[in-house]
């Protein structure tokens, strides 16, 4: 046994150069395989990572019909309240509330309809990376815009706007009937005024613009800066129609088309306020202290909120199950890859020991003339192909490590390809390698498998030489 | 240079060979027998099938309008989430082949002073809270105006139905309108044509007629789709009142048959045809 090692070792030496081009063909297959898959780890984890912490979170709870019809009512209640408990549950890490609505924007001349959201700029920095988007100006202010109590009209409030009304039908009447003479009548004096009081009692307006922070498409759309009004006009939870100046604080960019083009965000409490959902969100966005855990996490916190208001809590994967697939398509790509470099990879080592039983027939024949049997021959034409696969594999190994280690440093700049993103979520310019476990083992064991394959027709044909005429023909 | 071309070809024409002319009139003759039979035909078709069914959509549909008007109305609102009341000033200008609406809110204080405005295809409103005014493009006519079941294009309408429609009798019958004495009622049936820019499968419109021929509008059923059996939305007009000497329905409901017990309805107050407006009466200045 320990014969034949030796023996398997000295062949390997006799043909240097052969041995060294098809370990070196093994070497550079496993060192690239491992480096390729290094690269889309990276990749994944970026798209992963992208998703959740950019806006989506790790795992989001919503009101159970919201997500399908996204209607403005259907809301999670108690918000703060809720927030707490699911903050207080293990392996969570952070817990964010959110609200959305719909609105135009509008500055000067240009309106564009937007998406609202109002996020709690204290706790959102926990969750996602939100607060961090700013590429102009400043996020969000903790504290919300001070905003005076909305006060029921009295009787007698009542009463006089229904006289307003009334004077302000009256007035139209007047107006109208004198349309066919020259000049309009103005509206009747104090009116205005006297409304302005009322409104201000049932629906006030806060003491400053309300800060709201733009995407950097839709500014440059509305063309403003920061520092700028712009009137919001949306509809409540009344179905009011109401308009409100606000400021902008802050431009974001997300990477995110949709989101850069149509998001505009306002402090929380701020969207409750005008929305008339107070203590209510329409998503709490959590962060899991391990990404990893996040499916498990939401099926434990489901139960935990099971007995209140109906509520439901889905995964990051859940909630974007394109990415997911995105992944797993990439992944099967690249698996794809592999088994053809190997594939490859084989041929070469399938042709190199062929030539080398072939060339070794005189001496195959002698050795089994000796008395070697002819599973010690097929043994020892496999142990020449595993000797010479493992160490070329142990030199693809360090190869395949030392360009994982360059790209996890360095990483790999493609902006000269152009700006690109996956299913909205933008790729990094540099993209870097993640070393993982099965990135590794996988080419490893594949290659040794193929190996194994390849050699096993040799080492076969080797055993059935007959000696006498194995010694006779050459 | 050119004169002498110019003769010689006139007097080819003005002095055809007498050989030539036999021949065209053969021709004509045998073109004619077959013309004038379909003409007759057409015309005998048309005589016994389409009554003026556009025209008496278009007479309906304006009735409230006329070339130019001015109203005042109350709106009432009443849905699962809310119930609300409106005071609207509304002027309308379709003197220019694409209107021009202002509606303007009398109260309550909430919204008084607001007013949306439809000028060519653009949708403005105005807020008196911070005097501003949006302008939004006409993708928002599909929206509801100000919480209610009318759309804006509901109350700017910009959809006609008395045009992109294909007009089909469904029945006729007499009958009896109080305000009015006896009627003839229609139900017809509207499909849009085929290229045309529209929200709705099918729209059965009934009227009926007075002594006078005058169309009236009574009841409108909006589908989704043209093989629907349920209309995705109903309105209906009735108290019919004289107003500024002419009789018109003054109360249009619409009702969602899918959510039972919601229902907008428009009652007007004062109406005034063909007043005197012109362009300033539309423009931001009227807003403010």
């Given at each position: 046994?320990?014969?034949i ?7 390997l030496g006799r043909n ?5 081009i098809?370990g ?5 297959g496993v ?6 898959l290094?690269?889309m780890?990276?990749?994944?984890a970026?798209?992963?990572n992208?998703t959740t912490?950019?806006q989506?979170g790790h795992?989001q709870?919503?009101?159970p019909d919201?997500l399908?019809r996204r209607q403005?009512?259907?809301?999670v209640q108690?918000?703060?309240?809720l ?7 293990p392996?969570i ?6 609200l959305y609505?719909?609105?135009?924007l509008?500055y ?8 609202l959201l109002g996020?709690?700029?204290?706790h ?10 700013i590429?102009?100006?400043?996020f969000?202010p903790a504290?919300?815009?001070?905003w005076?109590?909305s006060?029921?009209l ?5 009463a ?5 009304t ?5 007035s139209?009447f007047?107006?109208?009937e004198q349309?066919?003479?020259?000049p309009?009548?103005p509206a009747?004096a ?8 009322i409104?201000?009692q049932i629906?006030?307006?806060?003491s ?7 995407g950097?498409?839709l500014a440059r759309?509305l063309?403003?800066r920061?520092?700028d009004l712009v009137t919001?006009?949306y ?5 009011a129609?109401l308009s409100?100046?606000v400021?902008?604080v ?5 990477g ?12 929380l409490a701020?969207l409750q306020q005008?929305?008339g959902l107070q203590?209510?969100?329409h998503?709490?966005?959590i962060r899991a ?7 498990a ?5 489901q139960?935990v909120?099971?007995g209140?208001q109906a ?5 990051w994967a ?6 997911l697939?995105?992944?797993?398509s990439?992944?099967?790509l690249?698996?794809s ?5 190997f ?5 070469g ?6 030539m080398?039983?072939l ?5 195959l024949?002698?050795?089994k003339?000796?008395?070697l049997s002819?599973p ?18 142990a030199?693809?190994l360090?190869?395949?490590?030392g360009?994982i280690?360059y790209?996890q440093?360095?990483g790999w700049?493609i902006?000269s390809?152009g700006?690109f993103?996956?299913s ?7 993209l870097r390698?993640?070393?993982t476990?099965?990135?590794v ?9 193929i190996?194994i394959l390849a050699a ?7 055993a059935r030489?007959?000696p006498?005429l ?5 | ?5 110019f003769h010689?070809r006139?007097s080819?024409?003005?002095?055809p060979s ?16 077959p ?13 016994a ?8 959509i278009?007479?309906?549909e ?6 130019t008007s ?12 809310y119930?609300?009341e ?11 082949e694409?209107?021009k609406?202002?509606?303007k809110m ?5 919204w008084?002073?607001?007013a949306?405005?439809?000028?060519d295809?653009?949708i ?14 006409s993708?928002?006519l ?5 919480g ?5 294009d ?9 045009r992109?429609?294909d007009?089909?009798l469904?029945q006729?019958?007499?009958?009896q309108?109080e305000?009015i004495?006896a ?13 045309a ?7 059965v419109?009934q009227?009926y007629?007075?002594?006078?021929q005058?169309a009236?509008?009574?009841?409108l059923?909006?589908f ?18 004289a107003?500024d ?16 017990g919601e ?6 107050r ?7 407006v012109?362009?300033e009466n539309?423009?931001e200045?009227a807003?403010?």
């Amino acid at each position: 046994m320990n014969a034949i090692a030796r023996i398997a070792f000295r062949n390997l030496g006799r043909n240097r150069r052969r041995s060294l081009i098809t370990g070196a063909g093994i070497a550079l297959g496993v060192g690239m395989c491992i480096a390729v898959l290094g690269i889309m780890e990276g990749l994944s984890a970026e798209l992963i990572n992208g998703t959740t912490d950019g806006q989506l979170g790790h795992i989001q709870v919503h009101h159970p019909d919201y997500l399908s019809r996204r209607q403005l009512l259907k809301t999670v209640q108690q918000a703060p309240v809720l927030s707490e408990k699911v903050a207080a549950q293990p392996g969570i890490a952070a817990v964010s509330g959110r609200l959305y609505g719909w609105a135009y924007l509008s500055y000067r001349q240009r309106a564009i309809g937007v998406q609202l959201l109002g996020v709690d700029p204290v706790h959102e920095g926990a969750v996602t990376r939100m607060p961090r988007q700013i590429v102009a100006g400043s996020f969000l202010p903790a504290a919300p815009t001070p905003w005076p109590a909305s006060k029921q009209l009295s009787e007698a409030q009542a009463a006089q706007d229904r006289a307003l009304t009334e004077q302000a039908i009256a007035s139209a009447f007047d107006q109208i009937e004198q349309l066919d003479a020259a000049p309009a009548v103005p509206a009747p004096a104090g009116l205005a005024a006297q409304t302005q009081a009322i409104v201000e009692q049932i629906a006030p307006t806060p003491s400053k613009p309300p800060a709201v922070v733009l995407g950097n498409k839709l500014a440059r759309n509305l063309g403003v800066r920061p520092g700028d009004l712009v009137t919001v006009l949306y509809e409540n939870a009344q179905g009011a129609q109401l308009s409100l100046q606000v400021q902008v604080v802050g431009i974001s960019r997300t990477g995110t088309d949709l989101l850069d083009r149509t998001r505009a965000l306002l402090h929380l409490a701020d969207l409750q306020q005008m929305l008339g959902l107070q203590e209510q969100v329409h998503e709490l966005a959590i962060r899991a202290q391990q990404p990893q855990q996040a499916q498990a996490l939401a099926a434990s916190l489901q139960q935990v909120l099971s007995g209140g208001q109906a509520l439901s809590v889905q995964d990051w994967a859940a909630l974007r199950p394109d990415i997911l697939a995105l992944i797993t398509s990439n992944r099967m790509l690249m698996g794809s890859l592999v088994f053809i470099v190997f594939l490859i990879a084989g041929s070469g080592v399938l042709n190199t020991m062929l030539m080398s039983v072939l060339e070794r027939q005189k001496e195959l024949s002698m050795m089994k003339a000796l008395g070697l049997s002819a599973p010690g021959v097929t043994w020892l034409v496999l142990l020449e192909t595993l000797l010479l696969t493992l160490l070329a594999t142990a030199a693809g190994l360090v190869l395949g490590l030392g360009l994982i280690l360059y790209l996890q440093q360095v990483g790999w700049d493609i902006r000269s390809f152009g700006e690109f993103s996956l299913s909205g979520v933008e790729v990094a310019p540099v993209l870097r390698a993640e070393l993982t476990a099965s990135g590794v083992v996988i080419p490893l064991v594949a290659m040794w498998l193929i190996a194994i394959l390849a050699a096993l027709h040799p080492a076969i044909r080797a055993a059935r030489i007959s000696p006498a005429l194995g010694m006779r023909s050459a | 240079m050119l004169s002498p071309v110019f003769h010689l070809r006139r007097s080819r024409t003005v002095h055809p060979s007498p050989f030539r002319w036999k021949d065209s009139m053969a021709t004509y003759r045998t073109l004619t027998v077959p013309l004038t039979l379909l003409l007759s035909l057409a015309a005998h078709a048309s005589a016994a099938d389409s009554l003026p069914l556009q025209q008496w959509i278009k007479q309906a549909e304006t009735i409230l309008r006329g070339d130019t008007s001015a109203a005042i109305m109350s709106m009432k609102i009443k849905k699962e989430a809310y119930q609300r009341e409106y005071d609207l000033m509304v002027l309308t200008d379709d003197r220019a082949e694409s209107s021009k609406v202002l509606i303007k809110m009398l109260g309550p204080a909430l919204w008084r002073g607001n007013a949306t405005v439809k000028v060519d295809d653009k949708i403005s409103f105005y807020d008196p809270r911070n005097s501003r005014v949006t302008v939004m493009g006409s993708s928002m006519l599909g929206d509801n105006w100000m919480g209610s079941h009318f759309s804006n294009d509901d109350l700017m309408r910009e959809t006609d139905l008395s045009r992109h429609y294909d007009y089909q009798l469904l029945q006729q019958q007499a009958g009896q309108e109080e305000g009015i004495g006896a009627v003839r009622h229609y139900t017809i049936k509207l499909s849009p044509k085929p290229t045309a820019p529209v929200a709705w499968g099918k729209v059965v419109y009934q009227l009926y007629l007075d002594g006078q021929q005058r169309a009236y509008p009574k009841q409108l059923d909006y589908f989704q789709r043209a093989e629907d059996a349920q209309a995705a939305r109903t309105l209906s007009y009735s108290a019919l009142k004289a107003m500024d000497g002419k009789t018109v329905p003054t109360r249009m409901t619409m009702l969602l048959p899918a959510k039972r017990g919601e229902f907008t309805e428009i009652e007007y107050r004062k109406l005034k045809f063909n007043v005197k407006v012109s362009a300033e009466n539309f423009g931001e200045r009227a807003l403010q």
